[in-house]
């Protein structure tokens, strides 16, 4: 058996009170407006009435926090999958204005086709493509939710559609907590959907932690 359709989910706000670009670090779990957001997906998620069958996340806290909800709410064991965490970055620990201001950072810009201050784009896709593969093709039955971040779900996004996987980070399409739909078509997985259940929290909120 097969999933019918796979749910890539975004983490929440993250309670990041110096703006540092948090990566692999770990300790940053959700603010008190991120759980609220996290809840957001997950009834989302519950009021589409579609049968789930899996549920896996990142490693990283902000993924786990965000997943416990949807588990929760569908009653579903979370299994941590290594493959969807958010990639290595050269600007990791750091107040990203603060340290694009220092000439000794600016050799990490060079490439942003690459890009040269972290892990490759194409790295990233292949990585998650595996494990979005793997989680449809084990499922029992029903769809799959996978609970990740907002590059990985970006390269996604862009790899399906055929786009360059090189971007402007500014104008990203993959809001706290949104829902990226995917389903099998044929021999390949397409986009079907994109949802963005905690819009009405979003004012305000930070999301920096991660280009």
Not at 51 to 74: F, G, H, K, T, W
Not at 79 to 91: G, H, K, M, Y
Not at 94 to 100: C, E, I, R, S, V
Request: aromatic share 6%.
């Amino acid at each position: 058996m097969v999933a019918s359709q796979i749910h890539l989910v975004r983490h929440g706000e993250v309670l990041n009170p110096h703006d540092v670009l948090y990566g692999r670090i770990p300790g940053y779990g959700l603010s008190e407006r991120g759980r609220l957001m996290a809840a957001a997906a997950a009834a989302d998620l519950v009021a589409r009435e579609r049968p789930v069958s899996s549920l896996y996340a990142s490693p990283l806290q902000r993924a786990q926090e965000s997943a416990q909800p949807i588990s929760e709410a569908l009653g579903l064991p979370i299994v941590t999958e290594d493959r969807i965490i958010e990639p290595t970055n050269w600007f990791e620990g750091t107040n990203m204005k603060k340290a694009l201001a220092l000439p000794k950072n600016w050799w990490a810009l060079r490439n942003p086709r690459v890009p040269s201050w972290g892990e490759p784009y194409t790295q990233v896709f292949e990585r998650m493509m595996t494990a979005i593969q793997d989680a449809w093709a084990t499922a029992d039955s029903g769809d799959v939710v996978l609970v990740s971040h907002q590059l990985p779900i970006v390269m996604v996004q862009r790899g399906l559609a055929g786009e360059h996987l090189y971007h402007d980070p500014r104008k990203r399409r993959c809001e706290l907590s949104s829902i990226t739909t995917l389903e099998r078509r044929g021999d390949r997985f397409v986009e079907v959907g994109y949802a963005t259940p905690a819009q009405a929290l979003s004012a305000g909120a930070k999301d920096v932690g991660a280009v």
